[in-house]
């Protein structure tokens, strides 16, 4: 073994740091606060460069095998009239690969099907890390893998940013029908999104006013176009999924600290979904600390991190900014002018 390492938090991001903090020979251990794995969710959107990382750690064949490409998805209004299209095709054939989306507990799976094959990976639940300190003291490197609510980033990097609450909500589910529409329609500080997810399924997204409820959710798109009234008709209210929209504010001046701990995912640079790039950056995060570290023994890891730093951080930032300020232009109350320039946008 290389180095001792114990990554916190066992979402994408930190089951993908294990993996390739393993494959570089690392002794690693994972420590979950949740007392299982969090196996609810809807699709993640993975475009061809997280692709490729997946790929590098080893775990793309298997997340091929239950994601589906995502293509012909347009931006509309209410009524239903096509505003531009999102850039799906451009992508396509710039990377020679589609965008691919995959339910939540399907890349989970893959995740943990490859830390199985090790063997040797403990992953510890009921874990509330409150020492990180000693953590610190204990082991050769220490990833924060945590979240929005990061305790590593809290301890390590100060309380000075943190989760920032946008005063919208959204709500997340599956419908069991192919909708046949996809893309997002964009209405007066609210819209709501469809996506493939497998087949015979719809991934659907709702956005509105924070103090939406379940019950009154229906009541904001009932006159939208179709499918998006039936969509929510025929989806169990039991099944949704709400979650506040937050980011972190202010942007971290850097991923690391000391020389022996990393953030990745969510805990150095959680955004609003509304590029669809969470999972994303989260694997690009977890592929380059690993490869970082891969080339530097542990005497050598201030330097691996500071690699990893400069790799990463300012393109995640980029992304988390652009994705806020999306957020703001989606769900703005001045919607003509917001539409005027999509429609500018070829179709």
Request: proline fraction near 6%; charge should be neutral; include cysteine.
């Amino acid at each position: 073994m290389t180095g001792m390492a114990v990554v916190v938090g066992a979402g994408v991001g930190g089951l993908a740091t294990a993996i390739g903090l393993r494959r570089a020979g690392w002794e690693v251990s994972i420590l979950e606060r949740r007392t299982e794995l969090e196996q609810y969710g809807t699709a993640f959107g993975i475009h061809p460069t997280a692709q490729a990382a997946l790929d590098r750690l080893g775990v793309g064949e298997a997340f091929r095998g239950r994601a589906v490409p995502y293509r012909g998805a347009r931006i509309r209004t209410p009524e239903g009239k096509v505003m531009a299209s999102l850039p799906l095709e451009r992508i396509e054939r710039r990377a020679g690969r589609p965008e691919l989306l995959i339910s939540r507990p399907y890349l989970i799976d893959a995740l943990m099907a490859e830390l199985d094959a090790f063997g040797d990976v403990p992953l510890k639940f009921g874990e509330n890390v409150s020492e990180v300190d000693a953590l610190v003291a204990g082991y050769d490197l220490v990833v924060g893998a945590d979240g929005i609510r990061s305790a590593v980033r809290a301890v390590r990097f100060g309380e000075r940013s943190g989760p920032r609450h946008l005063g919208t909500v959204a709500w997340i589910g599956i419908a069991d029908f192919e909708s046949g529409v996809y893309g997002e329609t964009w209405g007066k500080g609210r819209f709501f999104g469809m996506t493939p997810v497998e087949p015979g399924r719809t991934n659907w997204y709702a956005t509105v006013p924070e103090a939406t409820t379940a019950e009154e959710l229906r009541g904001h798109f009932e006159d939208w176009h179709n499918p998006i009234p039936r969509v929510l008709a025929e989806t169990d209210p039991s099944t949704w999924i709400r979650y506040e929209m937050r980011h972190l504010f202010p942007a971290l001046p850097t991923f690391v600290n000391g020389g022996r701990v990393a953030l990745v995912g969510d805990a150095a640079h959680a955004m609003t979904p509304n590029l669809g790039q969470g999972a994303c950056t989260a694997i690009l995060d977890a592929e380059a600390l690993t490869r970082a570290v891969a080339e530097h023994d542990p005497v050598g890891l201030p330097a691996a991190l500071r690699a990893y730093d400069s790799e990463r951080r300012r393109s995640a930032q980029r992304v988390a900014f652009g994705s806020r300020n999306l957020h703001r232009f989606m769900t703005t109350e001045r919607t003509r002018l917001r539409n005027s320039l999509f429609r500018m946008m070829p179709s």
